[in-house]
């Protein structure tokens, strides 16, 4: 009941603030009759309309999981953050490498196996799009220097 | 003879060396993420576009690999279906009712090959349906005008928002956030920008493919989090995969009309392959009435569903290759393909580029073949993929999504972009909104947006213009009938029937169907 609520809140919010941004979009020559308002206030009325139904009557099954898996959530969602700050500089292979171990353990792999099983992968997949494919793939400004 | 010459000209270009590579590849691939509950084939398309993209590979081969996984998954989906109680997708969700209980009645055998075979029948059927209306429908689309494709593009936005999920609230949510995701970046007609938050990276717009691997396989990173232990056990023994010729004469029937039913079905907008599998299951449990063991082990049970959900495939070809307006999230992504490459598909597609459509549709005879022959004799090769462990399967499809999304653009941003909306799509499944229509919005929504100021130019402005042709007004009440057909089902189910039993709710994997 409250999350259905919460989501038509948020809806709302959205929907107001995508309405309100689309009153700031003036054209000093139109190219057409309606310009480039119409699709986003449709867009509005749609997120507010939808919004105030899941206010009004809320219903959901939704059941959120447990304490242990949030924090393997969280965990999951701070290694997808990780990886592009890392790709960059620690290249593909390492930072793959990290970030699938660290995925595999939240899914219950155990910590050898896992690092294991992503060092092969991410050497896999590296020698199939880079040398492969020829698709290129950040090497890393740590090695290169 | 004449009307297969062009048919022959495609099946050249479906048998070169590269595309008969690329079609067996499309299929293997499709059958293992069709099988493997989690992994849709939307999920494997929208990976593998930046990948072909970036090999260069002309287009129609493109099509021909992608077009392979998305009928190759519906094949695949039974596997899991019927072994394990685990539908792949949810348009096998009905099969499970009698796959599994011939399973565990020891002829889990005969109901893999009877959904080879029917899926085979269902798949062979439509295409040779889609070869003869698609050219029809060019034919009679021709005419449409700006007005015409703004009302069709709204009646597609209201069927799959009333047929996608549950509720038709949570769908025309998720067609608003997609649409709303759509006008991101430069207005293409005044040149100012929305939504972009100051952000170059966003000036170009939202890339389709950097949000449907977001919303579809990074959510499912997260979503499968909750049921994170171990992989499956596949029951070891499901005997020979073979049926009798009486068994397959005794379903003769039944896969014709549950082809030709899914077909129709997959035509229409918003209804897909999970739709089509369950109205096919319950006319044929109705027809078999009391002669039938349907729910208890009938092998038409098996039959009906994956006769109708690969038949469907080919029905939803037509209005993506016909008409440019795909109805689901599978076909929208597809179009977000053939837009990638350069190939805008209408009614002048058949015509002007012809080697895309006969090619494509050769390379699907070519590809059902191979998928009657891959799943037959081999299917316990595939069954071996059901026996990986979780923990390596999710972080793996992760890492290769990290690939795609980087491919796109070379940009950390869109990585950061990706997680953004795998969190999104997480909350939106959690919250039992259906994902698909936000694909379809986001693809969708520039042609639409398009097509209404085209109108609305051509009429100076005049908004009558909308409901001008018997064409359009014909489009915009299908439009409104989308909307009430879910509450009238649901007054009319209620009233009819207690048991709920079955209910197509495409649930987040639904999206695929």
């Known amino acids: ?145 | 003879m004449a009307a297969l010459s062009p048919l022959l000209e495609g099946l050249a270009i479906a048998v070169a060396p590269l595309n008969i590579g690329l079609v067996l590849s499309g299929v293997i691939v499709g059958t293992v993420v069709g099988m493997l509950p989690g992994i849709g084939p939307i999920n494997a398309i929208a990976i593998l576009i930046p990948v072909t993209f970036a090999t260069g590979i002309p287009p129609e081969s493109a099509l021909i690999l992608l077009v392979g996984i998305y009928y190759g998954s519906q094949y695949g989906n039974s596997i899991s279906t019927i072994l394990l109680n685990v539908p792949g997708t949810a348009s096998a969700v009905v099969t499970a009712l009698d796959g599994y209980a011939l399973t565990r009645a020891g002829r889990g055998g005969p109901a893999l090959a009877m959904s080879a075979i029917a899926s085979f029948v269902g798949g062979m059927c439509s295409i040779i349906a889609l070869v003869f209306f698609a050219p029809l429908m060019s034919n009679w689309a021709i005419r449409f005008g700006p007005a015409e494709y703004f009302a069709l593009m709204v009646f597609a936005f209201s069927a799959l928002s009333s047929f996608s999920g549950g509720s038709l609230v949570r769908g025309l949510a998720a067609t608003g956030l997609g649409l709303w995701l759509a006008t991101v970046g430069l207005d293409p007609q005044s040149a100012i920008p929305r939504y972009t938050f100051g952000r170059i990276e966003l000036l170009d717009g939202m890339d389709f493919v950097v949000v449907t691997i977001g919303l579809f396989a990074v959510s499912e990173v997260l979503y499968l989090l909750e049921e994170s232990e171990g992989g499956q056990s596949v029951s070891a023994s499901f005997g020979r995969v073979m049926i009798t010729f009486r068994e397959l004469a005794d379903s003769s029937w039944t896969l014709i009309r549950a082809s030709s039913l899914g077909f129709l079905v997959g035509v229409l907008p918003g209804a897909g392959g999970t739709i089509a599998s369950f109205l096919a299951y319950s006319t044929e449990e109705r027809l078999a009435g009391s002669t039938g063991k349907f729910g208890s082990g009938d092998l038409r049970g098996v039959a009906s569903p994956e006769a109708a959900n690969n038949a469907s495939v080919s029905g939803a070809m037509i209005p993506l290759l016909t008409l440019g307006v795909p109805g689901s999230g599978t076909t929208a992504v597809l179009l977000g393909a053939l837009l990638a490459f350069g190939i805008t598909p209408g009614p002048l597609l058949i015509e002007e580029q012809p080697d895309i459509f006969w090619g494509l549709a050769a390379s699907m005879f070519v590809g059902n073949a191979f998928l009657l022959l891959l799943n037959l004799p081999l299917v316990g090769v595939f069954v071996r993929v059901l026996r990986l462990p979780r923990w390596f399967l999710i972080p793996g499809v992760a890492a290769i999504a990290f690939v795609a999304v980087y491919a796109v653009n070379r940009s950390a941003f869109d990585l950061v972009l990706m997680t953004l909306f795998g969190v999104v799509g997480y909350l939106m499944r959690k919250l039992e909104f259906p994902l698909a229509p936000v694909v379809l919005g986001l693809v969708l929504g520039p042609l639409m947006e398009r097509n209404l100021r085209r109108a609305m130019a051509l009429s100076g402005g005049e908004w009558a213009v909308l409901f001008d042709s018997p064409v359009a007004i014909t489009l915009w009440c299908l439009a409104l009938a989308s909307l009430a057909a879910p509450v009238v089902l649901n007054r009319w189910s209620k009233h009819n029937s207690p048991d709920e039993s079955v209910v197509p709710t495409g649930s987040s994997d639904g999206n695929a169907a």
């Not at chain 1, 057409?32 to 139904?53: E, Q, R, S, T, W």
């Not at chain 1, 060092?119 to 199939?128: G, K, P, R, T």
């Open chain 1, 1 to 145: 009941m409250r999350s259905a609520r919460i989501a038509g809140v948020f809806l709302v919010v959205i929907g107001a603030a995508v309405g309100f941004e689309a009153s700031t979009f003036e054209v000093s020559f139109m190219a057409d009759p309606i310009g480039p308002k119409a699709l986003p206030n449709v867009v509005a009325a749609m997120l507010l309309m939808a919004g105030f139904i899941l206010m009004l009557r809320p219903k959901t099954n939704v059941v959120w999981p447990n304490l242990r898996v949030r924090a393997k959530l969280v965990g999951a969602v701070m290694a997808l953050l990780f990886y592009p700050l890392a790709l960059h500089v620690l290249g593909f292979v390492i930072s793959t490498m990290l970030v699938v171990t660290g995925l595999s353990h939240l899914y219950g792999a155990p910590l050898r196996r896992g690092l294991a099983a992503a060092a092969i992968l991410s050497v896999v997949l590296w020698l199939f799009f880079v040398q492969m494919l020829a698709l290129p793939l950040p090497i890393g400004s740590v090695w290169l220097r």
